[in-house]
């Protein structure tokens, strides 16, 4: 059985505190969990271990009125501003938890994959990638790697995770439109690199130009597919 927890629309600070919270109160014998959030303004996550500093020009993110949070779990820097985000539990009793952390990857990210398939219709077939890609290892979308959802080689999805003795916490982004150029050409340390790799391997269904609403409808749908995908796979 799966528990779909919808806490609305939050700062990125509070966001990323209740996933924290949400794997320390993890019951090992409970139900899995899906969190699904919003964020109050334009934001953006980066993993743990991360020194935001290094990779993004802090005096232009403030200038852009963009709000930084660090995750519970680890990986790049994802902008949350063109994306779907969602948190996914998994008890470490439950049937479906696997001891390696990859195959626990690949579980969530095949829902994902199969409910972004459906929604899409593509002729070509979504799939996860077998092995890490070259590009700049600090920015998500910049750098495709194992078991991420690609669509001729463009990602679409990734995630990161932490795992404890109760069980793990998954954190996934979904990419839904392109990222903004001029905005990353004000904020990233490293312009041209990173801006070219994530311009090159990100797959974005609305592309360069969507509206609110698209936007808006586009992760209302996938929400209730990723749901729906899940529940089946338990």
């Known amino acids: 059985m799966l528990q779909v927890l919808d806490t609305g629309s939050n700062s990125a600070d509070a966001n990323m505190r209740f ?7 993890l ?3 409970g139900s899995p969990i899906l969190h699904l959030y919003r964020w109050s303004g334009p934001c953006a996550t980066y993993g743990y271990f991360i020194d935001p500093s290094k990779h ?3 005096e232009k993110i403030q200038k852009n009125r963009l709000t930084l949070a660090r995750r519970p779990t680890g990986g790049g820097i994802v902008f949350h501003i063109w994306d779907l985000a969602f948190s996914f539990l998994m008890p470490a009793n439950h049937s479906c938890f696997a001891k390696s952390t ?18 899409l219709q593509l002729r070509d077939p ?22 991420d959802v690609v669509h001729q080689g463009r990602k679409i999805a990734g995630a990161a995770q932490r795992r404890r003795k109760n069980g793990y916490l998954h954190q996934g982004t979904i990419s ?16 041209k690199e990173v801006l070219q790799a994530m311009m090159a391997y ?3 269904p609305l592309g360069q130009y969507w509206s609110v609403q698209a936007m ?13 995908n899940l529940r089946a796979k338990l």
Do not use: W
């Open 27 to 29: 019951n090992p014998d």
């Open 216 to 228: 808006q409808s586009m992760r209302d749908e996938i929400q209730k597919r990723l749901a729906e």
């Open 202 to 204: 990100t797959f974005a």
């Open 126 to 147: 979504l799939e996860l990638i077998p092995s890490d890609l070259s590009g700049p290892n600090h920015f998500c979308m910049a750098r495709p790697t194992i078991y």
């Open 102 to 119: 990859l195959d626990n990857y690949r579980f969530v990210n095949e829902a994902v994959k199969e409910s972004m398939q459906d929604f």
């Open 176 to 191: 839904l439109a392109l990222p903004q150029p001029e905005l990353l050409r004000e904020v990233l340390a490293s312009k």
């Open 19 to 25: 996933d924290e919270k949400l794997l320390s109160e």
């Open 56 to 58: 993004l020009n802090l």
